[in-house]
């Protein structure tokens, strides 16, 4: 998703996570992204954020293994039904199904959170 800003990171923490924990949320957020084989990092921060829950723990274990390897959070946030199939042993449109579903539940899950394709 290219239309991921840091704004909406930002409307992210204010959404999922209380006062208290704003300040440490956007601290661990703001940690990710810094080293050259830490990509995309808006995108990697949304995907924590979703993981999270707004819960402060699992946001800094989904951060964390970021840092180890940015895929795997990435696909746990945008296509958990995908990682729970043998999509290899599965028929061509069956696949698909399970790839349409999962960018149905993403995309979902981030408009219920405030955003909105396109705009920055």
Same mark, same amino acid.
């Given at each position: ?10 409307a ?16 661990? #957020? /703001? !940690?990710?992204?810094? $080293?050259?084989?830490?990509? %995309?990092?808006?995108?990697? &921060? ?36 995908? #990682? /729970? !199939?043998?999509?290899? $042993?599965?028929?061509?449109? %069956?696949?698909?199904?399970? &790839?349409?579903?999962d ?13 909105e394709?396109?705009?920055?």
């Open positions: 998703m290219t239309d991921l800003t840091p704004a909406f990171v930002e992210l923490v204010h959404r999922l996570f209380g006062p208290a924990d704003r300040d440490a949320a956007t601290a661990a #957020l /703001e !940690r990710y992204g810094d $080293r050259p084989h830490e990509r %995309e990092p808006v995108r990697v &921060r949304v995907a924590a954020l979703k993981l999270s829950q707004g819960d402060l723990g699992r946001l800094r274990e989904a951060l964390d293994r970021a840092a180890r390897d940015y895929r795997d959070v990435l696909a746990w946030a945008e296509y958990p039904e995908e #990682l /729970e !199939r043998p999509t290899w $042993r599965l028929p061509a449109e %069956e696949v698909d199904g399970i &790839r349409s579903r960018r149905a539940q993403y995309r979902a899950w981030l408009a219920a959170n405030g955003w394709p396109g705009r920055p």
